[in-house]
Structures are given as structure tokens and as C-alpha cells.
């Protein structure tokens, strides 16, 4: 089972941006794809981006497009994500995720390991 850890949380003013890193250990992530999510007090869990396994292939929620970028070593089994242009309403627990396939998805259902998370805050 893999065990994943974010770091790169913090408190950061609108528009200010902010690098996330998810640290895998126990398997190689590398033939799995990966996805970041986040969670709002009292919202659900909402998709933000994926990865496919080989990093070529990513997608996103339409609100971060143009602002966020995934990205993937395999090499140092690491996901990462980074985030500029960010805005209050943004602010939420950000979580990584793996799956048992290497194809993307945007649905939390597909995704069986998760890190514990980490707290972004944008403050205005």
C-alpha cells in the first residue's frame, strides 16, 4: 500500500501562488495515475487535477485552467502541484491522490490512496 504525504500548504495573499508536493513511499507510483483534490469547510471533496501515469496527459477543472499545473517525477516518486493566481475562494484542504490504473480520472470514487492533506489558505 502507498502511503502519500503533501507539503507546501502555508497562508498566501490573493493572486500570490504556491508549489504542493506529494511524497509517495511503500510502492512506485509511477504506473498510476495521480490527481489532486481539495476540500472546503462544509464542502465536499472536488476534483482540481490528474495525471496520467506517463505525465503526458493532465486535466483540470475548468476554474484553474490556465492557472494550475500538474506535474509528476517518477523518478523521486513525486506529484506536485503548482498554483499561481490564487484567489480566496480557493482556500481548502488540498489532497493527493493514487490509482490502481494509469489512466486519469476526475472522480474521488477511483482513486484508493489518499495523503492526509495539507491547508491552503488565501487570504484577501
Known amino acids: 500500500q502507498v502511503q502519500l504525504v503533501e507539503s507546501g500548504g502555508g497562508l498566501v495573499q490573493a493572486g500570490g501562488s504556491l508549489r504542493l508536493s506529494c511524497a509517495a513511499s511503500?510502492?512506485?507510483?509511477?504506473?498510476?495515475?495521480m490527481g489532486w483534490f481539495r476540500q472546503a469547510p462544509g464542502k465536499e471533496r472536488e476534483f482540481v487535477a490528474t495525471i496520467s501515469a506517463s505525465g503526458g496527459l493532465t486535466d483540470y477543472t475548468d476554474s484553474v485552467k490556465g492557472r494550475f499545473t500538474i506535474s509528476r517525477d517518477n523518478a523521486k516518486n513525486t506529484l506536485y502541484l503548482e498554483m499561481n493566481s490564487l484567489k480566496v475562494e480557493e482556500t481548502a484542504v488540498y489532497y493527493c491522490?493514487?490509482?490502481?490504473?494509469?489512466?486519469?480520472?476526475?472522480?474521488?470514487?477511483?482513486?484508493?490512496?489518499w495523503g492526509q492533506g495539507t491547508q491552503v489558505t488565501v487570504s484577501s
Open positions: 511503500g510502492r512506485t507510483i509511477s504506473p498510476y495515475a
Open positions: 491522490a493514487s490509482r490502481t490504473y494509469g489512466t486519469r480520472s476526475a472522480s474521488p470514487r477511483d482513486y484508493g490512496a
